[in-house]
């Protein structure tokens, strides 16, 4: 029933000016830290988190950067973990992580499955992506903050709850971000109603990318 019942859409660099911003506005406040921590929300199938480890990997910053992939749909912690996805989906990501900044082609970081694989026509991500991932079930609805975390990426997650759930969620990443922490909603949420506003400065506006106060 959960499978039905959670949405796992997405799409790899999903919204190329969101990864955009994240590598001109974000990335030079991450490079500051010694070591970093990630968190991508409501990871679904994983696309969102391999878009986020491409960049970092670009950036020098992957090595040092421990990420935390969380969903509360185990099959698609699975799919997420095996980071293989559709050569039909792969042709237009190419065209999305180009605009977001992508220094190299997206073709590097992946090898098509043979003919005679069991994933014909699909396109596995390389394994160095995920080593420092984890891939965990976590729900922003009963779950408690799990670590220190100096990114939050949560897209296209809290449109699916209801006000008080929402707050709930918000407040969760207030206590869970360090001090000048970021988070992420994209440009279709806001955290504008919520009573944790008042916590959060606008660091990109059209992207819904917020700073934390402290």
Same mark, same amino acid.
């Given at each position: ?21 994240? %590598? ?19 990871? =679904? ?7 986020? =480890? ?14 935390? =992939?969380?969903?509360?749909?185990? %099959? ?71 670590? &220190?975390?100096?990114?939050?990426? +949560? ?22 971000? +360090?001090?000048?922490? @970021? ?5 279709? &949420? ?6 944790? =506003?008042?916590? @959060? ?6 992207? %819904? ?6």
């Amino acid at each position: 029933m959960l499978q039905y019942l959670t949405n796992s859409a997405s799409e790899l660099f999903r919204d190329s000016s969101y990864f955009l911003s994240l %590598r001109e506005k974000v990335i030079p406040h991450l490079k500051t830290y010694p070591s970093i921590k990630v968190w991508v929300a409501g990871c =679904a199938t994983g696309e969102e988190v391999y878009s986020l =480890a491409i960049i970092l990997e670009e950036e020098e910053l992957l090595e040092r950067t421990t990420l935390y =992939a969380t969903d509360i749909n185990s %099959r698609s912690l699975e799919a997420a973990e095996k980071g293989v996805f559709g050569l039909d989906e792969i042709e237009t990501a190419a065209q999305r992580y180009q605009k977001s900044g992508g220094k190299r082609a997206l073709s590097d970081y992946y090898k098509v499955e043979s003919a005679s694989s069991s994933a014909a026509g699909s396109a596995r991500f390389h394994s160095t992506l995920k080593k420092n991932v984890t891939f965990a079930d976590h729900s922003l609805v009963t779950d408690a903050v799990f670590a &220190e975390i100096h990114l939050i990426s +949560c897209r296209n997650v809290l449109l699916y709850l209801n006000n008080e759930l929402q707050n709930r969620a918000i407040g969760l990443f207030h206590e869970s971000l +360090c001090r000048k922490g @970021f988070l992420g909603l994209g440009s279709r &949420e806001t955290i504008q109603f919520s009573h944790y =506003a008042k916590y @959060f400065d606008y660091l990109v506006k059209s992207d %819904r990318i917020f700073q934390n106060r402290g």
